[in-house]
């Protein structure tokens, strides 16, 4: 009797762990971003965002020690990559006061800003911080040909013990690169004497 105990005992175990709920987290905010209060003289276009292999996946991926893990339980709603490239549309449409035409036919008119985000770190550490690395590539055509400028961000938000803690983070650390971007893009557009934000 005692040893069939002890051989259900992990059968038991692992019919736990199968029920244990699986939930969903998402990067964009049922909230309206604050508006910037302006409204720009170009129309923008955010293009695909791309972020590195380890992360691009279902689960949030956190750090433990030197290694990582992947939370079984813990998902995004949509795929990372599609889930920054929403919060960040939300974000750049209020700072700038226009919306993102993202795939749109493009018309006539006012110019239009394309930006690609390339993220190069997408790091989580509950209790401690996320970190988020990344480059980012203006482009506006004109007639006399297309201009080009590339910047690198690099952003700490403290994190929360809780997982929905540290995706709040990551919210808030994708809304202060929305914020680096804002200017630089306003500048580029008025004239090509850019230069890019320290850090």
């Not at 700038?96 to 394309?114: C, F, K, S, Y």
């Amino acid at each position: 009797m005692k040893r069939l105990t002890c051989l259900a005992l992990p059968l038991l175990l692992a019919a736990c762990a199968a029920k244990a709920p699986l939930n969903y987290h998402t990067l964009t905010s049922a909230a309206e971003p604050e508006s910037g209060g302006r409204a720009a003289t170009f129309r923008f276009a955010l293009q695909g965002v791309s972020v590195p292999p380890q992360v691009d996946q279902p689960q949030l991926v956190i750090r433990q020690g030197d290694g990582i893990a992947l939370l079984e339980n813990e998902r995004w709603i949509a795929p990372l990559a599609d889930e920054i490239r929403g919060a960040l549309s939300a974000d750049l449409s209020a700072d700038l006061g226009t919306l993102d035409l993202g795939d749109a036919p493009r018309g006539a008119g006012a110019p239009v800003l394309r930006i690609k985000v390339d993220v190069q770190r997408f790091e989580s550490i509950p209790g401690r911080r996320v970190q988020q690395d990344a480059l980012w590539t203006l482009r506006l055509a004109e007639p006399g040909g297309e201009r080009m400028l590339t910047c690198g961000s690099r952003i700490q938000q403290p994190a929360g013990a809780s997982y929905a803690e540290v995706v709040l983070a990551h919210r808030q650390a994708l809304a202060q690169l929305a914020k680096r971007i804002e200017p630089v893009a306003l500048a580029f557009v008025a004239n090509g004497d850019t230069v890019c934000p320290a850090g």
